[in-house]
């Protein structure tokens, strides 16, 4: 009987249920796709070095699934406390005809049931078929082979999605459960009458608290920003994102306090149309809900900046992937290895000797290199970090005290290095005898760099003076990379005085001799996989126990392409899940506010207002108060933003930023637009059909 009665509320209250009904779909069928990635199809047609990069990211997300079951059940646990309180009249009633606390409990507990079992039923189907369409999405990605692509239904995601969202709705039903044992008859039955609390705060103290929430929030967005070389340990990280925490919520504890009596004071504004009506609406829902509207705006903040900082780090390594990857292959290794010390014999003879020569001594075919550039770079004493940013020395030892300044530059004659430039197919340079030239492309480096060779460039070896050709540092690289990571290298002129001693390693670029795809890789075998057959060296040693550390293209693009996606697919995890989560607390707030203001409305009709009317009083109001936490939420985003790829050691300029910051808004304006629809629909209908009784 009682599960009769949980049934035909469920069917009754369809529509008031459709938002909280369709975010849990949503969250259940994401939750499952994610976790479904290692039992896809698209695992067992990628290469190992691909795989191994797959089943990291299926750890991260792993990881980031806990937290993400958090926030869902949050949002669970917060909208099934909205839509308990939403109907406690019609407790009243049940109570009022004689059913107890613990039956009408079971009612509840029904309903619940129902509502996780369907949601998370039609959820699991549409993961299972959104799963085939991420498969389809990794395996091109990667760059996978799909030809022996199936159909597949991932069970542990299954079970795990059915364990994480069975506890949560649990811990639903047993809150419904405390809940109702709370409420008393009398309360239940006049709860349609009562209006939250609102206590009216003092505005002088409002203004004050507003002001010193702005200057927090000021020192904030400095000390990431330009202010962030202040901030040396990680300890010192967290005190900016605490102030800006604190900060939001003092910002809207003092707007809720003082934006109405501003606008009272704007009677032009405040008498105009329904606005006395809309304005306190407002003032009353940031007032009673400023912890929400705080939690809100940091969900907003975190989606536009973790989507934005991802897709951009995404953007700019596939940008430099291609320019930073001219050749198929890097080697080098160490030259002049001292006898003293742990080195074995071979290496020290090794280290007297190309690299060309270990590769052909330890049986590598030659043929299979074409284009082979070799040389040597050097190391010359005295000639270190510290000499030179010796002008502004201990400026930056104060702002960078973790800088090997002791830490010796490394040469290259400028003949050398042009040979290497050409194969490139970069800029090559000239020198005179008296001249050198500073590469760098890693931007804070380059920074520094460049404020020392403005002021001073001399350098003096062996009696002769040396200064620099330029006043900045020129872009260019050795080592092919995922991006530009060349600290600097120093361009000396082929008469410097440079001798065998001071050769600190041997370098060798080359493309392989192989012109299809299949026929490059067969050659990366030979120096990246395995210990036994004709592998050349595993894990950077030879068989004979001499080391040589190199870098392929493949590797590097594979890499590269593996680190974009992880970020990508994480981002869009934790964007997706925010968003929804906050959206879906702000509908449903506004849902359950605009359920009880019903007669409200009904006043505003007998006042004369039509039904246009009344629906555009509607929408402005439910409009601000979505707006309202997004605008501190975008505030927060530029500053954000800024920090996280200052941490990532990547510069980009406005325009390089703004593909991303349009596919955040498009992605924004979808799900939080929606919702906003949805939710002005949902609430337009509830007021009609209270007007039309």
């Known amino acids: 009987m009682l599960f009769k009665i949980s049934a035909k509320n469920f069917h009754k209250s369809f529509r008031d249920y459709l938002i909280y009904f369709l975010t849990l779909i949503v969250g259940v069928s994401i939750f499952y796709m994610f976790n479904s990635l290692d039992s896809q199809q698209a695992m067992l047609v990628v290469s190992s070095s691909t795989r191994s990069i797959i089943k990291l990211m299926i750890r991260l997300i792993d990881l980031v699934s806990v937290f993400v079951a958090i926030i869902l059940g949050f949002l669970i646990v917060y909208a099934g406390n909205f839509l308990i309180r939403r109907r406690k009249k019609e407790f009243g009633l049940y109570m009022a005809m004689g059913m107890s606390k613990r039956q009408i409990s079971q009612i509840l507990l029904g309903e619940t049931f129902l509502i996780g079992l369907i949601s998370l039923g039609v959820g699991l189907v549409v993961g299972i078929f959104g799963s085939q369409l991420m498969s389809i999405l990794v395996a091109r990605l990667f760059q996978a082979d799909m030809s022996r692509y199936k159909f597949v239904f991932s069970k542990a995601a299954c079970l795990k999605t059915c364990l994480y969202f069975g506890i949560m709705y649990l811990a639903v039903m047993l809150l419904n459960v405390f809940m109702i044992s709370k409420y008393k008859l009398v309360d239940l039955l006049s709860a349609s009458k009562k209006n939250e609390k609102v206590r009216m705060k003092n505005p002088v103290v409002c203004v004050i608290v507003f002001v010193i929430s702005v200057i927090t929030l000021g020192i904030a967005y400095y000390l990431v920003t330009d202010g962030i070389r202040k901030l040396t340990s990680e300890a010192s990280i967290a005190i900016p994102i605490v102030m800006g925490i604190i900060a939001t919520f003092l910002i809207f504890w003092s707007v809720s306090g003082i934006a109405l009596r501003f606008f009272q004071q704007k009677k032009s504004i405040y008498l105009k149309d329904s606005n006395i009506f809309v304005l306190r609406q407002i003032h009353n829902r940031i007032n009673t809900t400023v912890t929400s509207m705080t939690i809100i705006s940091l969900l907003l903040f975190m989606t536009i900046s973790v989507l934005s900082t991802a897709l951009s780090l995404n953007r700019l ?250 970020i990508s697919f994480v981002a869009i995890y934790l964007g997706v899940i925010f968003l929804i989560a906050c959206s879906a607390i702000l509908a449903l707030k506004e849902l359950s506010e605009n359920s009880d203001n019903r007669d409200r409305y009904l006043i505003l009709r007998k006042l004369g207002m039509d039904e246009k009317m009344i629906n555009r009083t509607l929408f402005r109001q439910i409009g601000i108060f979505f707006i309202v936490p997004l605008i501190l939420a975008i505030i927060h985003s530029v500053f954000g933003i800024r920090f996280a790829l200052i941490l990532a050691a990547v510069q980009v300029n406005t325009r390089e930023m703004l593909p991303s910051v349009i596919a955040t808004a498009a992605f924004l304006v979808l799900v939080y637009g929606g919702y906003f629809l949805a939710t002005y629909v949902g609430s337009k209908n509830i007021i009609r059909d209270s007007l039309t009784r």
């Open 317 to 566: 390594i596939t940008q430099d992937i291609e320019k930073m990857t001219p050749v198929d292959l890097n080697l080098w290794k160490r030259a002049n290895i001292s006898p003293e010390g742990e080195a074995i014999e071979a290496q020290i003879q090794d280290s007297k000797v190309p690299v060309s020569t270990t590769l052909r001594e330890n049986g590598l075919d030659m043929s299979v290199l074409t284009d082979i550039t070799e040389f040597y770079t050097y190391q010359v004493a005295g000639w270190n970090w510290e000499k030179s940013l010796d002008c502004i020395i201990d400026e930056t030892k104060e702002l960078y005290p973790a800088l090997q300044y002791q830490s010796p530059e490394e040469l290259v004659k400028i003949s050398d290095y042009n040979r290497l430039a050409k194969l490139y197919g970069i800029d090559t340079y000239e020198l005179s005898d008296n001249e050198y030239i500073v590469l760098c492309n890693f931007d804070s480096m380059a920074a520094l760099r460049n404020q020392a060779l403005a002021i001073d460039s001399d350098v003096e070896i062996d009696g002769k003076t040396y200064h620099s050709r330029y006043d900045t540092c020129k872009d260019g690289y050795m080592e092919i990379s995922t991006g530009s990571t060349n600290t600097g290298l120093i361009l000396v002129p082929d008469d410097f005085p440079l001798t065998e001693d001071m050769r600190y390693r041997c370098f060798l670029a080359a493309n392989y001799s192989g012109q299809s795809k299949e026929e490059k890789r067969d050659i990366e075998q030979l120096f990246i996989e395995g210990g036994e057959g004709d592998r050349i060296f595993y894990d950077n040693v030879f068989k004979n126990g001499i080391e040589m550390d190199g870098m392929t293209k493949i590797s590097v693009i594979e890499s590269s392409l593996g680190i974009s996606t992880i």
